[in-house]
């Protein structure tokens, strides 16, 4: 049901994120957006006529997913766990090359739909397949910001030819509630002439930029030793690697002066010694994604020297081609299993800072600080409703560690999916 007059909600629990819960609480929605936040009985008297009283839920803002691949939903349980971080690679272009353009807006769409039936309400997606754009927006109530993949191992096209192409066309796609950015591959998929060029595009643009980093430790010795398995392989297909062998990643990043505030590195499973800072004094985000990270057996994300150095850290699902099989099912997209993932392996961290890596924290990497990911007067109403009987003190550890009751789902103050009476 579209939304059209102010309507207000009203609900056990109100859980804003920005704010400690609140008991008896509303949430008035206009045009939109939030309008006001607070006690029930403080905001009555400015309530709408039309009002929907939830009862014994909960109502938080919808989730920031801050890195997936909506396009490779399909190819749930198809790949293995790999030996090695190449064998994955070599399996993923392997099934990719058997797929068209039907398969691709197929899988996407199945992606978009696991993701809006798990509470996730915007979504940071690489897009291998632009072509899809703009129809696919269309087809979801998602927020999607779509980040045009570039990748460049052999140089065939010119970087800046690639970098004009992608930006021509994120420009001419229409403005509405999704939108589009780019998104260098890694390091070592591209070269340093690409990685300027994308640099250039989104400064002027102001776009957000990402890109997977340091996601193995076959990447962080290419870089920083050249050598070892993944050099040796890229050599062999032609890519110039007089970029390897004198900086870690994150180092190269930053002499490349790719970090900002608005930078989301994906994985960073790998630091040297003086990343973390690195990252930090950019405002740079980290973005993990916890199941993916487990189907890789990567060494541990070094999620402590990252929350010392005070890095803004997100969670992303990533894809279901890196998400092994639960219990012999084929693994769907879910943000707040990945934040029960994660939470089993961080139990010194408080529910509220765990909320933040799916709310706050990506919404501030992606630029939209008080506008997604929490609810605040002015933001954008996206929110999901939680069926609960937790007590108010104990609402955002529920949140956190139990699979939710999603009754609802409101984006941009419209009911994508309705609470039953
Ligand atoms: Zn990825």
Known sequence: MVVTK???????????????????????????????????????????????????????????????????????????????????????????????YTDYAQ???????????????????????????????????????????LISVRRRQRPATLVWQATRMIHE?????????????ALYTTNPELLKFARRAAHRARWPLTMHVAESGLEFDMFQNGRGAMFNWLRKNGRDMDDCGTRSPVQQLAALKLLSPRFLAVHVNHLASGDARLLAR?????VHCPRSHAFFRHTPFPFTELHD?????????????SIGKDNRRKPELDLFAELR????????????????????????????????????????????????????????????HTPPDLAGVMIAGEWAIEPSA
């Not at 950019?282 to 980290?286: F, I, P």
């Not at 150095?309 to 081609?321: I, P």
């Open 309 to 321: 150095a005070r890095v803004n850290l997100c969670l992303g699902t990533d894809s279901l081609a």
């Open 282 to 286: 950019a405002s740079a985000s980290v």
């Open 173 to 185: 796609l229409p403005a509405g509630r999704s939108r589009a950015a780019l998104s260098p591959h």
């Open 107 to 149: 899988s996407w769409l199945n992606g978009a739909k696991q993701l809006l039936h798990s509470g996730c309400t915007t979504v940071a997606d690489i897009e291998a397949v632009p072509e899809l754009l703009p129809e696919i927006w269309t087809a979801t109530p998602l927020r999607v910001i779509s980040f045009l993949e």
């Open 341 to 400: 993932a994660f939470a089993a392996q961080q139990p010194g961290l408080a529910p509220e800072e765990f909320l933040d890596l799916v709310t706050r924290n990506p919404a501030a990497a992606l630029g939209e600080r008080g506008r997604l990911g929490e609810l605040t007067r002015r933001a954008q109403a996206d929110l999901l409703v939680l069926r609960s009987k937790a007590a108010l003190e104990s609402a955002a550890e529920t949140v956190v």
């Open 6 to 100: 102010p309507l207000a909600l009203r609900a056990r629990i109100i859980l804003p994120v920005s704010q400690p819960a609140i008991e008896d609480g509303a949430v008035l929605v206009s045009r939109g957006r939030i309008a006001a936040v607070g006690r029930w009985r403080d905001l009555r008297h400015k309530a709408p006529a039309c009002v929907h009283d939830l009862g014994d839920a909960i109502v938080l803002p919808g989730l920031v997913n801050a890195h997936c691949h909506l396009d490779y939903t399909d190819m749930a349980g198809a790949i293995p766990p790999p030996r090695s971080f190449l064998d994955w690679i070599e399996a993923i272009v392997a099934l990719k090359a058997a797929w068209g």
